[in-house]
């Protein structure tokens, strides 16, 4: 074993001097002293580089074509109750969405701003289409609601214009109602309750939309899937109409960067009057055109565009 280690001793490539043969000096300690001073900054320098990225900001051509723009939102209405809270883009090109309910979620809210609730299924319930007529179509302009029983008529010219309607007629047929979900008319109804139920309340919207890099809007409308069902329902009308104060959270296009600070992230504003929309005019430079995005908000009408 000793032999082994004696050996492994021969190995050595940096021997000691021994002290007999050294001395030392006041210029050797600071030269000492400064080298382990830059080392150590040199370490610390290094580290630092590692851990934090430079962000450095450039114009360039985007060359392709027909592809899509990511547009990332997390907006906040105090006012308006989600069920009545509807997301649309619509672009030059003729491209339009209505009601869009996919990658949002939305955050029911209480007058306080705490969440009372958080669903991934997207902007308000089902959305409400015009009442289906006992034609099987749907009410057209102009033309009286006529409901369908769902074969319980009694008559040709029986009409059921109501859930309670539709129930008389069944327990007369002697019919279970086993499925009210399917009725267009408890369906509707069960949307003016959501509403009812909702009032007061306010609602956090946040996710993104996939839309064309042509000029295009895209717009917040409280009670858009209200004013299209032709319904006469005077509950739901809020007194001096909606309050659309808002606040942009957050607003970016493209890929999200960490750190990256949008020019409307933290923007908000106050309804000063009981209507009206708001807008905000965005362009986004791509390619040889340039993406031109309107973010509007519109009052109780609806009627944003």
Known sequence: ???????????DAYPKVNEDFYKRTLSGGV????????MLLLFVSETRSYYYSA?????VVDTSRGERLRVNFDITFPSIPCTLLSVDTRD???????????????KRLDSHGNVIESRKEGIGGTKIEKPLQKHGGRLGKGEE???TCYGAEESDEQCCNSCEEVREAYKKKGWALTNPDLIDQCAREDFVERVKTQHGEGCSV?????????????HFAPGKGYYESNVDVPELTAEGGFNITHKINKLS??????????????????QPASDGT???????????LMFVAVLSLACALGLCI
């Open 1 to 11: 074993m000793e032999g082994l280690l004696h050996k492994l001793k021969g190995l």
């Open 31 to 38: 030269v000492t002293l400064l080298s382990a001073l830059v």
């Open 55 to 59: 962000t450095e900001t450039k114009l």
């Open 92 to 106: 030059i090109s003729g491209e339009q969405h209505q009601d869009i309910r996919h990658d949002i979620e939305k």
């Open 145 to 147: 609601y006529c409901g």
């Open 206 to 218: 946040h996710g993104f939309l996939d839309v064309s890099k042509v000029a295009g809007n895209f």
């Open 253 to 270: 296009f493209g890929t999200e960067f960490p750190g990256a600070v949008n020019p409307l992230d933290g923007a908000q504003w106050t």
């Open 278 to 288: 708001y807008q905000y005019f965005i362009k986004v430079g791509i390619a040889a």
